[in-house]
Nanobody, 118 residues
Framework: QVQLVESGGGLVQPGGSLRLACVASRSIIRFGTMAWYRQAPGKQRELVAI???????NYEDFVKDRFTISRDNAKNTVYLQMNSLKPEDTAVYYC????????????WGQGTQVTVSS
C-alpha cells in the first residue's frame, strides 16, 4: 500500500513562509501527476498546485507568484514552498499522487494543518 506522509505545517504570521513536504513510500518516478490540495473549514477541497512527471507545473490563480511546487525524485518527495502567506491560506493541505501507468490508482496523504494568523 502506497503511503504519502506530509509534514511542515504549522502556525505562521501573515506574510510569513512555510515549506511543506510529502514523502512517498515508493519511488515517485512511478507517479505521473503529483499535486497539493487544501481544504478550509466548511469548504470543499481545492487544487492548489500540480506537477507532472516531467516537472511541468501549474498553479491556481490564488497562489500564483507566492507558492512553488517541486519534486525531488531521489528523495521521493514533493514540496510546496509557500511565501507571502495570507489568513485565507489557512487550511489542511493534502498531498496527492496519481500512478503513472494506472490513472485509476490515486493516493492521498493524511494532511497537514497550516494556520496563518497574527
Amino acid at each position: 500500500q502506497v503511503q504519502l506522509v506530509e509534514s511542515g505545517g504549522g502556525l505562521v504570521q501573515p506574510g510569513g513562509s512555510l515549506r511543506l513536504a510529502c514523502v512517498a513510500s515508493r519511488s515517485i518516478i512511478r507517479f505521473g501527476t503529483m499535486a497539493w490540495y487544501r481544504q478550509a473549514p466548511g469548504k470543499q477541497r481545492e487544487l492548489v498546485a500540480i506537477i507532472s512527471s516531467g516537472g511541468r507545473t501549474n498553479y491556481e490563480d490564488f497562489v500564483k507568484d507566492r507558492f512553488t511546487i517541486s519534486r525531488d525524485n531521489a528523495k521521493n518527495t514533493v514540496y510546496l514552498q509557500m511565501n507571502s502567506l495570507k489568513p485565507e491560506d489557512t487550511a489542511v493541505y493534502y498531498c496527492y499522487a496519481k500512478d503513472l501507468l494506472s490513472s485509476r490508482d490515486v493516493y492521498w496523504g493524511q494532511g497537514t494543518q497550516v494556520t496563518v494568523s497574527s
